[in-house]
């Protein structure tokens, strides 16, 4: 489990708020778009690279592998913003997680698909993805592309490929060029626009958002799982990032609605 250090989390709170971006819940590079010491969004690739020509010529983008495994996974399985599964699913599950995390890729890869095949394909569960962001600046970059693409509906499948081809972390490994392909790979994502919305007012919400509920829970490292009813309370899971914890706690709260 990547873990959350108070005082990095104290200093990119404040820095953040200063700059009027992202509060934060995160680590030393964890501020947002503009201002001073601010991570800047491109909303281009690189001069030169072969993202930008093709994209500038009007050339298809070739997309990343596995794109048709992660389109098979989350295929007929409705997606709104941040959810996965039906909106008025009985039970939400909440990830905090980043897309540089090594333990959040292995528990997205590993864990999240048995409890999407066994929990939310069938509608009894929903899970809600609130990204942190704390890693640094390939974490921002991530984090906002996915943001933008969830007002697209398509978050999910962009998470799934980013952890798919995650780099080493900070490692600058989250371009738009990668962007790019991991957009043309997602069937319906307007790819350009989502490049251009990374830094609307609705994405930054989120960000925000996410780290705030991650500091009332106290969420000190990535996977945190919490799990409750959906019209009542979510509570932290221990051990939630395996797969027999975060199952029993789901059917806890199945069993709770069920009068069980």
């Known amino acids: 489990m990547k873990g959350i250090e108070g005082k990095a989390v104290a200093f990119a709170l404040a820095a953040a708020l200063a700059v009027g971006g992202l509060a934060g819940c995160g680590g030393n590079d964890d501020q947002t778009a503009g201002g001073a010491g601010g991570v800047r969004t491109s909303t281009t ?11 500038a010529e009007g ?3 070739r997309p990343v592998s596995g794109a048709e495994a992660t389109e098979r996974r989350l295929r007929g399985i409705p997606q709104q913003g941040l959810e996965l599964g039906a909106h008025d699913a009985p039970v939400t599950v909440v990830l905090f997680a980043d897309v540089q995390c090594p333990y959040c890729k292995a528990f997205w890869l590993r864990v999240l698909p048995h409890v999407v ?52 972390e900070n490692s600058g490994w989250v371009t738009d060029e990668l962007l790019r392909r991991i957009g043309a790979g997602v069937p319906g994502l307007a790819t350009e626009r989502a490049l251009a919305d990374r830094g609307d007012r609705r994405v930054n919400r989120q960000l925000k958002q996410a780290r705030a509920i991650a500091a009332d829970y106290r969420v000190t490292g990535t996977p945190t799982l919490l799990v409750g009813e959906t019209d009542g309370f979510v509570f932290p899971v221990p051990g939630g990032e395996t797969l027999a914890g975060l199952s029993a706690a789901i059917d806890g709260a199945l069993s709770n609605l069920s009068g069980g």
């Open 117 to 168: 095949d066994h929990y939310v394909r069938d509608g009894r569960a929903k899970v809600v993805l609130r990204d942190v962001a704390f890693l640094g600046t390939d974490s921002i970059r991530g984090a906002q592309f996915a943001g933008a693409a969830g007002l697209q509906d398509k978050l999910w499948d962009v998470v799934d490929l980013l952890y798919r081809h995650q780099g080493a």
């Open 45 to 55: 690739a690189k001069p030169g690279s072969l993202a930008a020509a093709a994209a």
């Open 59 to 61: 050339v298809p983008v």
